[in-house]
């Protein structure tokens, strides 16, 4: 059974600095393309990096310079470095997972997000 936890979330003053974690269980996050995405009431998730399996990563324009995203095989997680905090950047995020075992790529996994507050 596969299980998405995000953590991390929190209240921090517009500047400050967040770090979030995606821990899986049932998955192998080094054989997955993990993403984390951000949503707020009323709009469309959006994505905001993203982590091949092969350790390449891409950033949404708006997070570019600020976020950082990483992966720690060992202990099956991934991590979203959040620094420059602006108030928009309020929002649930999220971890989705897809693995690729023996090149057939899984469904997409998804934790139930982590609520992130910025205040100004």
């Known amino acids: 059974q596969v299980q998405v936890v995000e953590s991390g979330g929190g209240l921090v003053q517009a500047g400050g600095s967040l770090r979030l974690s995606c821990v899986a269980s049932g998955i192998s996050l080094s054989i997955s393309d993990v993403g984390w995405y951000r949503q707020v009431p009323e709009r469309q998730r959006e994505v905001v990096a993203t982590i091949s399996r092969r350790g390449s990563s891409d950033y949404a ?3 570019k310079g600020r976020f ?7 202990k099956n ?9 602006k ?9 989705e997972i897809e693995e690729y075992r023996f090149g057939i ?16």
């Open 87 to 95: 108030p928009e950047d309020t929002a649930v995020y999220y971890c």
């Open 61 to 63: 324009d708006f997070v």
């Open 105 to 120: 790529r899984s469904p997409s996994y998804w934790g139930p997000g982590t609520q992130v507050t910025v205040s100004s």
């Open 68 to 74: 950082t995203i990483s992966r720690d095989n060992a």
């Open 77 to 85: 997680t991934v991590a979203l470095r959040m620094n420059s905090l």
